[in-house]
């Protein structure tokens, strides 16, 4: 496997690209097609991921094909526990962490989350925020082992996990 993992450019032909395997990935994940209540920053990843200086977006390559994605971009959800707590100052938050089936379980998941820790730390935020849903039954393991805790988990339809990291080095 030669994968090549960089950093997706203001060019409207390699966002499409990501849209689209994105899109795919959740209809093959979740079984839903495109919807906006859910994934406005997809439709909007120009706005949301690529030109905010403190925000990005990066896929996994083989060859031309992408075959895994990460989001970062400044935290900027609005839930009533966390007013106060995390701020687009201090959190950033992880999004659309995506492997292709056929290659999942070759550590493309920890390296593109390296590279998303490795980016946030270079644009001084504090701590990384995400949520995850405990019916994807490698996420919290997954997100566990890379030193993420649990903050809260929700008795929602969704079974919402909401967990940080604390990227300060000592």
């Known amino acids: ?91 950033a938050s992880i999004w659309r962490l995506m492997v292709d089936e056929n290659y999942r379980r070759h550590g493309l998941a920890r390296n593109l989350v390296a590279k998303i820790e490795d980016f946030a730390y270079s644009k001084s935020y504090d701590k990384i925020y995400l949520h995850t849903h405990r019916y994807l039954e490698a996420g919290l393991p997954f997100w566990k082992s890379l030193g993420y805790e649990i903050t809260i988990e929700e008795d929602d339809y969704d079974e919402t996990t909401h967990m940080i990291k604390n990227l300060k080095k000592y």
Do not use: C, W
Not at 3 to 30: A, G, P, S
Not at 33 to 42: A, C, E, M, V, W
Not at 53 to 65: H, I, L, S
């Open 1 to 91: 496997m030669n994968i090549e993992i960089r950093e997706v450019n203001n060019n409207e032909n390699e966002i499409r690209i990501v849209q689209d395997f994105l899109y795919d990935q959740i209809m093959k994940e979740y079984g839903i097609g495109p919807t906006p209540k859910f994934h406005y920053d997809i439709e909007s990843m120009d706005e949301y991921y690529i030109l905010p200086e403190r925000n990005t977006f990066f896929a996994a390559f083989d060859g031309d094909k992408i075959v895994a994605s990460v989001g970062l971009r400044a935290y900027d959800l609005g839930y009533d526990f966390f007013k106060g707590v995390y701020t687009k100052d201090d959190t």
